[in-house]
């Protein structure tokens, strides 16, 4: 069983950045495919980011070339570094992890982004 912990959500304002961090408790690159995904009040959950063992990121069109995923092997860590903040992407923020056919998901972390 992959556990996950995610940091760093906050308060920002429209254009700024934040980077979260989800922390496994096993090496990501055992892990086939680790992500991030959100959820807006009223939304569903909808995925933002991938990234696979091998290195293949994914991403939502509505973060491209705004967001970048990246993995930190040494730290057990994926990084959602997110810049060019909107009002929109004000969400819960889930770490997930693929495994041998199981879905795994952090606790979230809120991102509210606002002036």
């Known amino acids: 069983q992959v556990q996950l912990v995610e940091s760093g959500g906050g308060l920002v304002q429209p254009g700024g950045s934040l980077r979260l961090s989800c922390a496994a408790s096993e090496s990501i690159f055992s892990i086939r495919v680790m992500g991030w995904y959100r959820q807006a009040p009223g939304n569903e959950r909808e995925l933002v980011a991938s990234?696979?063992?091998?290195?293949?990121?994914n991403y939502a069109d509505f973060v491209k070339g705004r967001f970048s995923i990246s993995g930190d092997n040494a730290k057990n860590t994926v990084y959602l570094q997110m810049n060019s903040l909107k009002s929109e992407d004000t969400a819960v923020y889930y770490c997930?992890?693929?495994?041998?056919?199981?879905?795994?998901w952090g606790q979230g972390t809120q991102v509210t982004v606002s002036s």
């Open positions: 997930n992890a693929v495994q041998y056919g199981f879905n795994y």
């Open positions: 990234i696979t063992r091998s290195g293949i990121r």
